[in-house]
């Protein structure tokens, strides 16, 4: 009894695998149709951003926000603050600092 359920599995596997072939050798891939993009990117340099809290992307209303000690550079500009947001929709960074010890 063993012997014939071995042999009905590997009959089973082996079928398997010839129409797994088959099906290999009748599919192809389409070429892309899509137009290659040949602009240059648009920035000179990349953004880096860094905070030691968190960073919170609000995709629906296209604004990050990084929280605690953040800092964003691009090329030689580093802006340092405690919050900073970013706004896509308007191409503003807001960066907000916390108040000292004097409540300054």
Request: proline share 1%; glycine share 4%.
């Amino acid at each position: 009894m063993n012997k014939n359920i071995l042999i009905l599995v590997s009959f089973i596997f082996l079928l398997t695998g010839f129409f797994n072939n088959s099906y290999a050798k009748n599919s192809f891939i389409c070429n892309d149709t899509l137009p290659k993009n040949s602009s240059e990117t648009i920035l000179e340099f990349n953004i880096e951003r860094h905070c030691n809290d968190s960073i919170i992307q609000d995709i629906e209303n296209k604004k990050i926000y990084l929280y605690g000690n953040a800092s964003i550079e691009y090329g030689n500009i580093k802006i340092t603050a405690n919050k900073i947001v970013i706004d896509w929709k308007e191409n503003t960074i807001l960066a907000i600092g916390t108040k000292d010890s004097m409540g300054n």
